[in-house]
């Protein structure tokens, strides 16, 4: 069966960049003991090889939104379905995401989390399509800066398909 698939960044040039995402934050975080929050689903394939490079102490949440629409699309309208039990306040946050694209989810993501007061709280997704930005919002670790194709696999899916692949694909029409 042939797959409408052609890979866009292998496996191992994924994993050479999260460890350098994990040295930064890693740096950048020492002391501080963060909250890394993931965004349900597409987060969970990063989120777990993220955590497993970062050298120091980090604690794990994750959030878990719907948007309504067609596969493709983001129609803004977000709801979360699942939040975060345990305070915040006072803690550094870091949201951890795995796409952004016209920045709506993570906007909510963001208003929501800073509700609950943290001392910091800063966006780390794996990649990001800037051109199609719809507000202005810069993640602050990004780890790749791709065009405006719609990619699945590495955690990322269409209609709920394709999160299992280890490499990001472009999914042709
Ligand atoms: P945004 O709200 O438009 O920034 O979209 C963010 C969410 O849309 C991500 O968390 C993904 O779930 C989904 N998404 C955006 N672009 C893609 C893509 O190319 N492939 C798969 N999912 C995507
Ligand atoms: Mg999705």
Redesign the pocket.
């Known amino acids: 069966m042939s797959r409408p698939l052609k890979v866009v960044l292998r496996r191992e040039e994924i994993d050479r960049r999260i460890a350098e995402l994990a040295a930064a934050i890693s740096r950048d975080y020492d002391g501080c003991e963060p909250v890394l929050i993931g ?1 349900l ?2 987060c969970f394939v990063f989120m777990s090889d993220l955590v497993r490079k970062l050298d120091i102490p980090v604690e794990v949440e994750f959030i878990r939104l719907s ?1 309504y629409g067609p596969a ?3 129609s ?1 309208r ?1 709801k979360l379905t699942h939040g975060i039990g345990t305070p915040l306040r006072g803690r550094h946050v870091l949201v951890v ?12 993501v963001l208003d929501y989390l800073r509700r609950k007061r943290p001392a910091s709280i800063k966006a780390c997704t794996l ?1 990001d ?1 800037p051109s ?1 930005r ?1 507000v202005e919002i810069r993640p602050d670790y990004v780890g790749f800066t791709i065009p405006d ?4 696999g590495y955690g ?3 209609d709920e398909k394709w999160r299992h692949l280890p490499d990001l694909c472009e ?1 042709e029409e």
């Open positions: 965004v689903k597409g948007s493709r699309t983001t803004g977000v995401e795995d796409i952004v694209d016209t920045g709506l989810t993570i906007r909510f990649f399509k199609r719809l194709k719609f990619v699945v990322l899916d269409c999914l």
